[in-house]
């Protein structure tokens, strides 16, 4: 990867990190697609909401597969943490765009 790419990824991670603790009420939309914060949630056993919900939650449920244990005394969300779970649920919502794809493609 060229190294302006990697400033682009850092920027929008420290950005989530940010945002979550200043904007914790944003809503979500403004910043994932629907399938990355439907990803979020899935991968985390949580229901599904029909619409996107705050900004501060789905980085939290982002940070989890990258190693967040979510207790009360964790205290707010690292660098690492986000960077490593936003890896999972992109790859899963890349996976959930292609299982989408591939249902409206079978004739059965």
């Not at 597969?65 to 936003?86: C, F, H, M, N, Y």
Request: net charge positive; proline share 3%.
């Amino acid at each position: 990867m060229s190294d302006k790419l990697y400033m682009v990824v850092a920027w929008r991670i420290a950005r989530l990190m940010r945002l979550g603790r200043t904007c914790p009420n944003l809503d979500a939309s403004l910043l994932f697609e629907t399938d990355e914060w439907k990803a979020a949630f899935i991968l985390n056993k949580k229901a599904v909401p029909e619409k996107a919900t705050r900004l501060n939650e789905v980085v939290r449920l982002m940070a989890r597969p990258g190693g967040l244990l979510a207790r009360k005394g964790d205290g707010e969300l690292s660098v690492k943490t986000i960077w490593q779970g936003l890896q999972r649920v992109m790859d899963f919502a890349a996976g959930l765009g292609f299982a989408r794809e591939f249902e409206h493609q079978c004739c059965v």
